[in-house]
Nanobody, 121 residues
Framework: QVQPVESGGGLVQAGGSLRLSCAAS????????TNWYRQAPGKQRELVAVINSARSTNYADSVKGRFTISRDNAKNTVYLQMNSLKPEDTAVYYC???????????????WGRGTQVTVSS
């Protein structure tokens, strides 16, 4: 089954920026509504940002004003721009997307494998 694929994680100093990407791996699949989650060691997974097909967005209070979720339908990709990063943003970031199988006319919820973001102080 096709999964969304995250990329763009890495190590950055506090105050820095990263941009995460979430793309559908198959050419006949498109991404609909998408959520970004994160999970830090020893903590529960938390919802960070959401975007729907109409580009309506919502954010966790902890990232409002610093993170921006967006989508490029032509590239079939959803982005999470993260600015003014803090050490407490360190986590594995997961893309959770409603994937549309354009060939079969079906859609299903799917998770990526995650990308590590580490913010040093």
């Amino acid at each position: 089954q096709v999964q969304p694929v995250e990329s763009g994680g890495g190590l950055v100093q506090a105050g820095g920026s990263l941009r995460l990407s979430c793309a559908a791996s198959g050419s006949t699949f498109s991404i609909n509504a998408t959520n970004w989650y994160r999970q830090a060691p020893g903590k529960q997974r938390e919802l960070v940002a959401v975007i729907n097909s109409a580009r309506s967005t919502n954010y966790a209070d902890s990232v409002k004003g610093r993170f921006t979720i967006s989508r490029d339908n032509a590239k079939n990709t959803v982005y999470l721009q993260m600015n003014s990063l803090k050490p407490e943003d360190t986590a594995v970031y997961y893309c959770n997307a409603l994937l549309v199988d354009q060939k079969r006319g079906t859609e299903y919820d799917s998770w990526g494998r995650g990308t590590q973001v580490t913010v040093s102080s």
